[in-house]
């Protein structure tokens, strides 16, 4: 396995609580991708990562993360909850995609994933992010134009910062039981807490003995995170 592209391997030092079941989760938002390959971290956290990494980077990191992690080393992940959050209306990563993109070997984002990022990106009342009880009308936050220009320069080879990969919290958690079992990474789950604001938390190690759920179970509870109540309505 090669190196991350456009990544600095260095040391990085964390400002962490515990809590949330014992899940580690940074005080401060941090971009938790550079790796020294010689340290032997006990744990290694990260925090709205996973969404901006390029096509075969996500894949990657976890597999580097595993590869350095001391006997029993956690990998603790805080992820955006696509139902609270800018990809409100975007699809979810598949199985499928997560395969084939990290099969194509891209070191930036596509030219679709650019455009659909930014015509489906959203806020609701005001704001980027919320909670389960957020009320308020939508908004797109990107004008088409705006899409258009950044798709081009995704096009051109440049790197535009979106939302690569979508997720739920039970779908994430199937996509990862899958992998594994694929034989793509080799990290388990270890800890799991449902969405809190509009963030979810998992924790995966070596160690970790997966969700406890059979395969059927996680598509089930994966499927209604689909189902809603909520009231769409958009700014006139």
């Not at 515990?18 to 401060?28: A, H, M, V, W």
């Not at 190690?205 to 009231?231: F, K, V």
Request: hydrophobic content about 40%.
């Amino acid at each position: 396995m090669g190196p991350i592209p456009n990544m600095t391997i260095s040391r990085m030092e964390f400002a962490v609580e515990y809590n949330l079941d014992g899940i580690s989760r940074p005080t401060t938002t941090t971009l938790v991708v550079k790796i020294n390959p010689n340290a032997t971290p006990s744990n290694i956290v990260s925090n709205d990562t996973m969404y901006f990494l390029d096509h075969g980077q996500q894949e990657s990191v976890v597999r580097q993360c595993a590869g350095i992690l001391r006997p029993g080393g956690v990998l603790s992940l805080a992820v955006p909850d696509r139902r609270y959050c800018f990809d409100r209306f975007r699809e979810r990563t598949s199985l499928g995609r997560v395969i084939d993109v990290l099969q194509a070997n891209r070191v930036v984002h596509s030219e679709g994933s650019v455009v659909e990022s930014h015509l489906n990106a959203v806020a609701k009342g005001g704001s980027i992010s919320w909670d389960a009880t957020k009320v308020g009308a939508f908004r797109p936050v990107h004008t088409p134009e705006e899409g258009r220009k950044r798709a081009a320069m995704a096009a051109g080879g440049e790197y535009v910062d979106v939302h690569n990969w979508v997720f739920t919290p039970n779908h994430l958690r199937l996509l990862l039981v899958d992998l594994q079992a694929l034989g793509f990474i080799g990290l388990r789950e270890l800890a799991y807490h449902e969405t809190v604001g509009s963030e979810f938390y998992i924790a995966l190690s070596r160690d970790g003995q997966g969700p406890g759920l059979p395969r059927d179970a996680l598509l089930r509870l994966s499927a209604l995170e689909l189902h809603s109540t909520e009231r769409i309505v958009f700014e006139t």
